[in-house]
């Protein structure tokens, strides 16, 4: 069955960095796009980035441009977000998702919260 | 960047009740790429509808989507307890990809 596991979440000051991490498993990682999608507490879903099977096609939302980026290992089936110069209003629950327009799988989420 | 207006806000209904929530986008949505998500506290959202109206697998047939262009409706047809929850809407037809705001179903 389709899985994804994220991982790396965790407490960072302004300004601080973090990665994200997101096992996928269960079905042919390489044959998807794959996306990243936060909710922030108590607020709806945000889409902040995307990228192709072999990660020559990237998109970002406004929001992170220039401060994140999203990669892929298709051989080792993982995902990752590099999140640099992180700000309060990054604070979320992080989701990857199997992406095909539509986000068909989603992890369970990892929370990162930006405070000092 | 198209914006996605759902309506109501909240929707106060009972088990056996039909529920309608409506989505209307700023611009219309090529190809009827709109999709519907059921999401329940502490929990990941679930995909229910893609390209307006097909349910995701294992959706139930209570659940059906309709629409096109600029005004979508997702219509639960008996209310069953487990129903209650937060609902998105999503278009994937323009980049960026964007959510509604949500509905929330509550008894």
């Known amino acids: 069955q389709v899985q994804l596991v994220e991982s790396g979440g965790g407490l960072v000051k302004p300004g601080g960095s973090l990665r994200l991490s997101c096992a996928a498993s269960g079905f042919t990682f390489s044959d998807y796009y794959m996306s990243w999608i936060r909710q922030a507490p108590g607020k709806g879903l945000e889409w902040i980035s995307y990228i192709s099977t072999s990660g020559t096609t990237i998109y970002y939302a406004d929001s992170v441009k220039g401060r994140f980026t999203i990669s892929r290992d298709n051989a080792k089936n993982l995902l990752y977000l590099q999140m640099n110069s992180l700000r309060v209003e990054d604070t979320a629950v992080y989701y990857c998702?199997?992406?095909?327009?539509?986000?068909?799988?989603w992890g369970q989420g990892t929370l990162v919260t930006v405070s000092s | 960047e198209i914006v996605l207006t759902q309506s109501p806000g909240t929707l106060s209904l009972s088990p056996g009740e039909r529920a309608t929530l409506s989505c209307r986008a700023s611009q219309s949505v090529s190809s009827t790429y709109l999709a519907w998500y059921q999401q329940k506290p502490g929990q990941a959202p679930r995909l229910l509808i893609y390209?307006?109206?097909s349910r995701a697998t294992g959706v139930p047939d209570r659940f059906s989507g309709s629409g096109s262009g600029t005004d979508f409706t997702l219509t639960i047809s008996r209310l069953e307890p487990e129903d209650f929850a937060l609902y998105y809407c999503q278009q994937y037809g323009s980049s960026p990809k964007t959510f509604g705001q949500g509905t929330k179903v509550e008894i």
């Open positions: 390209g307006a109206s």
């Open positions: 998702a199997r992406d095909s327009g539509s986000f068909s799988y």
